[in-house]
C-alpha cells in the first residue's frame, strides 16, 4: 500500500490551507496514494500561533471543508487523515479526522494536554484506531509521542501503522530539539515494533520530522526540514524479523 504524508505551512487562513490539501490529494491520487496524512491543525492553524484561541475557528467554514475532503476520498479512491478543530456546545478538541471512501469521517480527539493546548481544548476518549483495507492504523497528535503509555495502548490493539501528526514548529533552527523528537519516535517504533509515519509542518522552522521508520525504529525515508513537500513510500507489512520477534515476544509477557 502507498502511503503519504504532506508537509506543509500551516496557517490560520483555512481557505489557503484546504487549497494546499486538496492539491496535495490529487498529487498524491496521481502516485497511486492509499493513505495521504496531514499535519496537526493542518485545516485550522494552532491556536495561539495563528489564533488567539480555538474558539475563533469558523465551524460553518470546516463543515464545508468536511464535506468536500469526504467527496474527495470518494472521488479519488484515497484514506485521508487531517488535523482540524472540532467543537460542539462551547468544548473544542484538537482533532485528527479520518476520511475514507464511502464512509463516514472517525475522530480521534488528542489527550495529552498541555500549555496551550490545555488552554484551549478538552480531553478526548477515543482510541484513535481505524482500518485500511484491513490493516490496523493508529494515530496520536504531537505531544502524545512523549509518553510511551498512549502508544501501547495501540500495541495492545495490533496496529499494523501507527501515524503521528505535530504542530512542533520553532521560531529558531532548534535542530536539537529536531533530533530530541526524532528520538522520542523511534523509540516508539521500536518498542512497540510498528512502522510508523510521521507529518509536521514546516514554518517559522521544523522541530519534527515527516518520515516513515519500520518497526525497529530505522528511517526508511525522511523530508528534508523547512519545505512543503509530498513524502510517499511504498509500504509492504513485512514479517517481524528475529529481533522483533523478541521484542514482541517479552513485550506480551510484560502485558499479562
Known amino acids: ?44 492553524g494552532y491556536p495561539p500561533r495563528d489564533m ?4 475563533l475557528a469558523d465551524f460553518d467554514e470546516l463543515s464545508l471543508a ?15 487523515i487531517v488535523g482540524t478543530i472540532t467543537g460542539e456546545n462551547g468544548v473544542h478538541y484538537n482533532s485528527a479526522i479520518f476520511f475514507s471512501p464511502h464512509q463516514d469521517k472517525r475522530i480521534y480527539h488528542k489527550r495529552a494536554l498541555w500549555g496551550w493546548d490545555r488552554d484551549n481544548f478538552n480531553i478526548g476518549n477515543e482510541d484513535g484506531i481505524f482500518e485500511i483495507d484491513g490493516l490496523k492504523v493508529g494515530v496520536r497528535i504531537c505531544f502524545e509521542v512523549r509518553f510511551p503509555e498512549f502508544f501501547r495502548e495501540l500495541y495492545k490493539s495490533q496496529t499494523d501503522l501507527n501515524i503521528i501528526l505535530f504542530y512542533d514548529v520553532s521560531d529558531c533552527d532548534d535542530v536539537d530539539r529536531y533530533e530530541l523528537i526524532k528520538a522520542h519516535i523511534r523509540t516508539r517504533a521500536v518498542e512497540n515494533v510498528t512502522y510508523t509515519l510521521t507529518v509536521n509542518s514546516i514554518y517559522p522552522y521544523q522541530t519534527a520530522p515527516t518520515a ?10 525522511e523530508l528534508k526540514r523547512n519545505e512543503e513537500k509530498l513524502l510517499i513510500f511504498d509500504w509492504k507489512n513485512e514479517q517481524a524479523d528475529f529481533g522483533e520477534q523478541g521484542r514482541k515476544e517479552i513485550s506480551d509477557w510484560l502485558s499479562c
Not at 508537509?7 to 490551507?17: C, E, M, R
Not at 516513515?212 to 525515508?221: E, H, R, V
Open 1 to 44: 500500500m502507498k502511503i503519504g504524508a504532506y508537509q506543509f505551512a500551516v496557517s490560520g487562513n483555512i481557505n489557503h490551507n484546504m487549497e494546499i490539501i486538496k492539491k496535495a490529494i490529487i498529487q498524491a491520487s496521481r502516485e497511486g496514494v492509499r493513505l495521504l496524512v496531514f499535519p496537526e491543525c493542518a485545516l485550522t
Open 52 to 55: 488567539d484561541k480555538a474558539s
Open 66 to 80: 468536511y464535506a468536500e475532503l469526504q467527496r474527495m476520498a470518494a472521488d479519488y479512491a484515497i484514506c485521508l
Open 212 to 221: 516513515f521508520y519500520d518497526k525497529s525504529g530505522y528511517p526508511l525515508m
